[in-house]
């Protein structure tokens, strides 16, 4: 694990007196909404959170998807899931495609007022004859009954969905407010495996709101300029760890010393 | 710490990566905050367990011979059942250290005259399988297990691979191609490790993360 993780980073850190643009990436986003303490922690001091292992069947359904949809892309031709739920649209041929997939690059714009590069990798975008864009994104899980969007950490999905919305409007290009989930959901009840995981799939419209997106670029550009570090959301497991760990660390030296 | 000391391969993972976050778990209940749960996973493991179990009455599953592997499913059903179940599992109570070491084997097979090894599956979206050390630990420990439990074994472990195979397009599935990887168990040394981290809880030296902690790096590195 200790591979890919740096504890403390020297590259991509804030510094307020650069004139150099700060790239920040959707996930940093929403990093600082749900917490802005692990936030600064990340970006301004250059200690991010451990990270997990990664979750590569997940990356998988989103490679093969991706292959698909490529498919009547280059035939600018309706993908079945689009007759099956009505959407009038066809997968976008676009030059900078694969850029924008890429989670290297993505889609960015840089901001003038904070001179911040806000960047996020889509997994599609599609076109409608309106000549529309709708923001498309893979989720893939296994779970009894009907997937939705209606869980209350799926805000995260949400946020994800009018980023992508909002830095393709700055794109100057023409958004739909509706974007789409491509919702995969793991059969749990097939009988035999015979070497796959079949899925149901099912497309979620969602009508974005971006409106947020500038006004939070801008509170997220205060707390990186700040000097003070931000209080901890009350309920960041991550803070909450650290709190508990670093109290009950301290009790048991502080009894040891005494004992000895 | 009073009620039953429950330790498992991750716990004792856990053990050899900081001995710190070790404790705070298991005498403080304290857990490094944990990922989404990996749902793809589970639902292969499930999955594969139905197909094997379903298998198990005539001994044997293509994927076994293929490889010609020696050995057959283990045909104990309701023993094998109990060793899945989280509440029950293969287990081993030390009557000394009060505690007892425990996993849940996804399968067993049986390779005759008694000797049985642990069989378990792993699926990954990566296109090569890597036999991580904690995979080792785990078969080490279910090694250690099964002869705790009276059996013995061949010292070999049987870890079924299923691999995404990413060259075709979705099509509502996700294809697997297969791989066994046969590796060499030693459960010799788990018994002292096993001792060592129960003890461990109940020692009075002081205690700082491990180097490679990555949650002590993190947390040390917290300007608060």
Known sequence: MSDYYN????????????????RISRSKIDLFLECPRCFYMDRRLGVARPPGYPFTLNS???????????????????????????????????????????????????????????????????????????IVDYKAT??????????????????????????????????????YFVYCNGKTDTKAFDKKIEFDVKVIPYEGDDSWVQKTIKELHQCLLSEEIPEMAEDCDYCNYRKAAAQEAYKKMKKNAKRA | MQKELKLSPKSLALYFECPLCFWLKKAKGIERP??????????????????????????????????????????NQALLDEWRNINKGLRYYDKELKATLFGLPDDILDFGNGKLAPFDYKSTGKSIPKIYDRFQLQMDVY????????????????????????????????????????????PSYIENIFKEAVLFLKAKAPRKHSQECLFGQWLKKQAL
């Not at chain 1, 504890?7 to 004139?19: A, E, G, H, L, Y």
């Not at chain 2, 749960?37 to 011979?65: M, T, W, Y």
């Open chain 2, 34 to 75: 944990s990922p989404y749960p990996f749902q793809l996973n589970l639902e292969v493991d499930a999955i594969l367990k139905q197909e094997f179990d379903s298998c198990r009455k005539q001994g044997s599953h293509p994927l076994l011979e293929a490889n010609n592997i020696p050995a057959k499913l283990f045909s």
């Open chain 1, 60 to 134: 998988a359904v989103d490679t093969l998807l991706k292959k698909e949809f490529d498919i009547h892309r280059a035939g600018k031709s309706k993908h079945p899931l689009m007759e099956e739920y009505g959407i009038d649209a066809i997968p976008f041929e676009h030059e900078k495609i694969d850029e924008w997939r890429d989670v290297r690059r993505g889609i960015t714009y840089l901001d003038p007022e904070t001179n911040l590069l806000i960047m996020g990798a889509i997994d599609d975008v599609w076109i409608n004859p309106q000549g529309e864009l709708h």
């Open chain 1, 142 to 179: 296994s779970k009894n009954g009907e997937v939705s969007l209606d869980a209350p950490w799926q805000i995260a999905y949400k946020r994800q969905m009018e980023i992508y919305q909002w830095l393709f409007r700055k794109n100057n290009f023409k958004v739909s407010n509706i974007g």
């Open chain 1, 7 to 22: 504890s403390k980073r020297t590259n991509n850190i804030f510094k307020p007196d650069s004139k150099i643009p700060f």
């Open chain 2, 143 to 186: 090694t250690y297990l099964l002869e705790k439990n009276g059996y013995s074994t061949p010292r070999k472990a049987i870890l079924a691979f299923y691999i995404v195979d990413k060259e075709n397009p979705f099509e509502d599935k996700l294809p697997f191609r297969k791989e066994i990887h046969i590796i060499e168990t030693d």
